[in-house]
């Protein structure tokens, strides 16, 4: 969900487990990138703790950037952090996947040792995701797109037992 007001009122309302805060722009089919916590910690902050008082837990989607990650700790005090696996997920070869690897290792490592919980998302696949598995520190993994895809060939069912089967190693 956006940072915004009535995003948090919402969430208020429904009282969901847990709420990731993602950057949301106008005609945007899908986030493209995570937020820029530093840029916009004070707007970020304020949902984050009216979240948290009303009991939800909050993560915040953001770039495998140590920076980005440690203000997502000790500024804005948020429960997690969703590492976006977009460029590695998009990486054209092998030296740039493997790059982009070393990128999400770091990060998780990072939130790991600040104390945040670890999620990963945003382009994960059944070809891909194998690689992210190693990635001890990661605690759950948003795959939907290529999960839903699946299912149109082999039905959901299926489709999420292979990815968990994957996943489990």
Known sequence: MAAVAEMVRIAQKI??????LVP????????????????SRKSIKKAVKE??????????FVDPNPEQIEASKEEIEADYIEIHTGAFSDAKDLTREEVELQKLIEAAEVASRLGLGVNAGHGLNYH????????EEIEEFSIGHSIISRAVMVGMEKAVREMLALIKG
């Open 24 to 39: 949301e722009k106008r005609r945007e089919l899908t986030t493209e990138g995570g937020l820029d916590v530093l840029a």
């Open 15 to 20: 009282k969901p487990d847990i709420a990731t």
């Open 128 to 135: 891909n995701i194998k690689k992210v598995v190693s990635i």
């Open 51 to 60: 979240l948290q008082k009303a009991g939800i837990i909050v993560s915040l």
